[in-house]
């Protein structure tokens, strides 16, 4: 079945740890990726996409991800965690289907 | 630029009880979607309109839930009658283009109790 596999539940990182969190998608054809962040009481919001070109993909808050097509992964990495990135973390792919399926996201707790 | 606004915040309701809950997306984006996020798991679409036009409710359990978005801006969810699995926060997206070319903006949810 098409799906989208995160594979943290729970991270818990001290301030100044890197972060990688895993995104796996089972999805055979043309993929946008994308990764969401929900702070405690807030919604969700964009943290970063791939739509194509440059597999490397920058986005707000210095976090980063590589989309590597062999692997049908799009981890997203920050070298530097702080405290105010405590927050859930979602993995998003749009298919052909033009809908957005969501992984079951990654809680990240960082610990001043 | 308003973001999208959801109504109500929180519901507490019996089961077998209905419930509707309302959303008015950003202003110009024809593309609207609810989504279901039950406690530990991500989103999980349960409608999406393109206007006042259904694009895909595969995932909608008709039996008792019903959307709707007549003038192709604002949406009702309903859910009749309402059982315990249906406990969840209920989150209405949209997006200018189609999520397949843009982001999708969201909501802050509805989260609904059902006892």
């Known amino acids: 079945a098409q799906s989208v596999s995160q594979h943290n539940h729970h991270v818990i990182l001290s301030e100044a740890a890197s972060l990688e969190l895993g995104c796996n998608y089972s999805y055979g054809g043309t993929v946008n990726l994308f990764w969401y962040v929900q702070y405690p009481g807030q919604h969700l919001q964009l943290l970063l996409k791939y739509f194509s070109g440059d597999p490397l993909v920058k986005g707000i808050k210095g976090f980063e991800a590589e989309f590597i097509k062999s692997k049908f992964s799009f981890n997203l990495r920050k070298p530097s965690v702080q405290w105010s990135d405590t927050a859930e973390y979602f993995c998003?792919?749009?298919?052909?289907?033009?809908?957005?399926?969501f992984g079951a996201g990654t809680r990240l707790t960082v610990k001043p | 630029e308003a973001g999208v606004a959801q109504s109500p915040r929180y519901k507490i309701i019996e089961k077998r009880q209905s419930v509707a809950f309302w959303c008015n997306p950003i202003s110009g984006h024809a593309t609207l979607y609810w989504y279901q996020q039950i406690l530990g798991q991500g989103p999980k679409l349960l409608i999406q309109f393109q206007n006042n036009g259904v694009v895909d409710d595969s995932q909608l359990p008709k039996d008792r839930f019903s959307a709707e978005r007549l003038k192709g801006v604002d949406s009702t969810l309903k859910i009749q009658p309402a059982k315990l699995e249906d406990s969840a926060v209920y989150l209405c997206?949209?997006?200018?283009?189609?999520?397949?070319?843009?982001?999708?903006?969201f909501g802050e949810g509805s989260r609904l109790t059902v006892l």
């Open positions: 998003a792919v749009i298919t052909n289907n033009n809908d957005m399926r």
């Open positions: 997206a949209s997006s200018f283009t189609g999520g397949n070319t843009g982001e999708l903006f």
